[in-house]
């Protein structure tokens, strides 16, 4: 086992300079540090190859299953599947779903001994994270699909493509769903002051975007609310959708992109302590800027990004949340070279730390970017 390294105040001068400026800037300089450190020492009591997450190597079944938990009352589960008496196979069900959300949702963790996967899923300015679970039921095996939080509808078109999936597999009889025929039209219409009907078309994409340029001022209060721990989430979520729009992402890039770009890494810290839906959106965001602009980067800045990449892919213990996301560690990575580039001088970069992402990612595309990045870095 590797020794745990504490970070020393030599250290975090040398990554995040002198703890000058108000009393705020050193108790963000502070949170960054002790992060670096939290992560340091995570990642030196990791084992090696222990994470089932993301990797294509990992056998589904080399983890036996504890016994499955028991459900008397399936009234009170929103979504199941009840499969027939007779099918007893709950490692071929879990087999299935592993590899279905591992396709389709790269924000996601299985957990083997548990027979559960949790994930998120992402629609708009929404999300939902979802738990599927394999239980027992006096009827048979149940695969149910609860809630965790978020929006309870963004999971609906997730679980009906997991029915898909396992009808493809030949799991499950492919459902009939009769057909309702409902008029939805006067359901999104409204009248003017003559009594004259209108309707909001929601299929138009413009509809659903906000004209960031008409109204400079929300933006500056995004930048505001993105570091506060109350509002960030929120902020980002709506940031990170209305990039989709061309408009607005060419306004964001072209009159603020220096100013969300700080408040974003800011976000990242300790201080607000974002959970995944919001360090995807600010990935989100930051993987624009990459693309799209160049922004004046501190070794602060850089480090923090660092950290997080940690964070999604070094092997962690939490049967209870998301532990990696491909998503995030992918975007993260692949920028890091640029980020560097655009530093205001040179930067010092944690190689210890970045060397142990490399060896713990189950990704293989992160280590390819990393490759490059500290390749980069060492020929400067």
């Known amino acids: 086992m590797e020794r745990k390294e504490q970070l020393s105040h030599e250290d975090r001068v040398l990554l995040f300079g002198p703890s000058e400026g108000n009393s705020a800037d050193r108790a963000a300089d502070r949170a960054v540090a002790q992060q670096v ?15 089932p997450t993301g990797s294509d190597k990992f056998n589904l079944r080399e983890v036996a299953p504890t016994q499955l938990p028991f459900v008397e009352d399936l009234s009170m589960e929103a ?27 790269p924000n996601s963790t299985a957990f083997p001994v548990e027979s559960k996967v949790l994930g998120y899923v992402f629609h708009e300015v929404r999300y939902a994270f979802y738990c599927l679970q ?10 149910s699909c609860q809630l965790q939080s978020g929006f309870a509808p963004v999971l609906t078109p997730f679980w009906n493509a997991v029915k898909d999936s396992l009808a493809a597999s030949g799991l499950i009889e492919n459902e009939v769903e009769e057909e309702i025929d409902m008029d939805f039209d006067n359901f999104f219409a409204d009248s003017d002051d003559d009594g004259e009907s209108f309707s909001l078309d929601l299929s138009i994409p413009e509809n659903k975007f906000l004209e960031l340029r008409s109204d400079p001022t929300l933006v500056e209060e995004w930048i505001q609310d993105i570091q506060d721990p109350n509002f960030s989430q929120d902020t980002l979520l709506q940031l990170a959708y209305n990039l989709e ?21 800011y976000s990242l810290t300790d201080a607000i302590d974002l959970a995944l839906p919001g360090i995807r959106c600010a990935c989100l965001f930051l993987d624009a800027v990459a693309q799209h602009t160049t922004v004046k980067v501190s070794e602060e800045n850089i480090n923090l990004m660092i950290c997080q990449l940690a964070r999604w892919t070094v092997a962690q213990t939490n049967t209870t949340t998301i532990t990696h996301s491909k998503e995030i560690a992918d975007s993260l990575s692949k920028n890091l070279l640029k980020f560097y580039e655009d530093g205001a001088q040179s930067l010092t ?3 210890d730390l970045l060397k142990t992402i490399h060896r713990e990612s189950p990704y293989p595309s992160v280590k390819q970017n990393l490759n490059r990045f500290l390749s980069a870095i060492r020929a400067n």
Request: no cysteine.
């Open 79 to 105: 979504r199941y599947i009840l499969f027939p008496p007779n099918f007893g196979d709950a490692s071929l069900i879990y087999d299935n779903v592993v590899k279905f959300t591992r396709n389709t949702t």
């Open 245 to 265: 729009n061309v408009a607005n992402l060419e306004f964001l890039m072209l009159k603020f992109h220096q100013q969300l770009f700080e408040a974003v890494v």
């Open 349 to 351: 970069v944690r190689e």
């Open 134 to 143: 394999i239980l027992q039921h006096a009827d048979g095996l149940v695969l």
């Open 37 to 51: 450190q939290d992560l340091s020492a995570l990642s030196a009591d990791a084992s090696v190859g222990k994470n």
